[in-house]
T-cell receptor
Framework: ETGVTQTPRHLVMGMTNKKSLKCEQH?????MYWYKQSAKKPLELMFV???????ENNSVPSRFSPECPNSSHLFLHLHTLQPEDSALYLC?????????????FGPGTRLTVL | AQSVTQLDSQVPVFEEAPVELRCNYS??????LFWYVQYPNQGLQLLLK??????LVKGINGFEAEFNKSQTSFHLRKPSVHISDTAEYFC????????????FGDGTTLTVKP
C-alpha cells in the first residue's frame, strides 16, 4: 500500500450504532488530520495530531472520538450519530518538519447515518 | 486568521478552451498558497503550491497559478483543458507561522464539455 489509505470506503449506520473509521499513512509523516466534507459546504477541519498528540479540536461534538496510537494510524470512533453527520470523511497526513509541505489525502469514507 | 474566497462555484468550459479559476485570500501574516484537485470518489491531491520566490508557479497536468500579493489573489489557469480535467478544485491558504493549519475555499466545480 502506498500513500494514505482509509477503510471502510463506505459505511451505513444507524443512530445507535458504534463504528470506527481507520486511516493509515505509508509516507513517514508525523501529522495527521480528519476532515468532514458535506455536500455544498466547505471542507471542515475536525482534528489534528502531531507526533501522536492532539493539537487541534475544532469544536467537534463528543460523538466523534479520535484516536492516534502512532504516527501512521488514525481512527475516528463514532457513536450515537445524527443524520446530519452523513458526509465524506477525509483523512490527511503531512510532514510537518518542513514548512510549506502540503497535505496528502486519502480517498475518504462515505458515511450515511440513517 | 485567514480566509479564502473562490469566486466561482461552477465553471463550464468547452474542451481545448482556456480556463481560469479565481481565488482570493485574506491574512494578517504571510501565507503559503495551494491548489488541490478532487476527482469523483477520490481525496484531494496537490496541483501546485506557492511558498516564496517566483510568483508564477507551474503544477501538474499543465496547470499554473500566479501569486499576486497586492491583489491577494492566487488564480489557477490552464491554456487548453481536457475532458479529464472535470473535477472539483480547491484553493487553500496556510499561515507560514503554522503551515499545518490550512483554510480551504468552498471549491470550484470545473466541467469540461466536448
Amino acid at each position: 500500500e502506498t500513500g494514505v489509505t482509509q477503510t471502510p470506503r463506505h459505511l451505513v449506520m444507524g443512530m445507535t450504532n458504534k463504528k470506527s473509521l481507520k486511516c493509515e499513512q505509508h509516507l513517514g509523516h508525523n501529522a495527521m488530520y480528519w476532515y468532514k466534507q458535506s455536500a455544498k459546504k466547505p471542507l471542515e477541519l475536525m482534528f489534528v495530531y502531531n507526533f501522536k498528540e492532539q493539537t487541534e479540536n475544532n469544536s467537534v461534538p463528543s460523538r466523534f472520538s479520535p484516536e492516534c496510537p502512532n504516527s501512521s494510524h488514525l481512527f475516528l470512533h463514532l457513536h450515537t450519530l445524527q443524520p446530519e453527520d452523513s458526509a465524506l470523511y477525509l483523512c490527511a497526513s503531512r510532514q510537518s518538519r518542513l514548512a510549506g509541505n502540503e497535505q496528502f489525502f486519502g480517498p475518504g469514507t462515505r458515511l450515511t447515518v440513517l | 486568521a485567514q480566509s479564502v474566497t473562490q469566486l466561482d462555484s461552477q465553471v463550464p468550459v468547452f474542451e481545448e478552451a482556456p480556463v481560469e479559476l479565481r481565488c482570493n485570500y485574506s491574512s494578517s501574516v504571510s501565507v503559503y498558497l495551494f491548489w488541490y484537485v478532487q476527482y469523483p470518489n477520490q481525496g484531494l491531491q496537490l496541483l501546485l503550491k506557492y511558498l516564496s520566490g517566483s510568483t508564477l508557479v507551474k503544477g501538474i497536468n499543465g496547470f499554473e497559478a500566479e501569486f499576486n500579493k497586492s491583489q491577494t489573489s492566487f488564480h489557477l489557469r490552464k491554456p487548453s483543458v481536457h475532458i479529464s480535467d472535470t473535477a472539483e478544485y480547491f484553493c487553500a491558504v496556510s499561515p507560514n507561522t503554522n503551515a499545518g493549519k490550512s483554510t480551504f475555499g468552498d471549491g470550484t466545480t470545473l466541467t469540461v464539455k466536448p
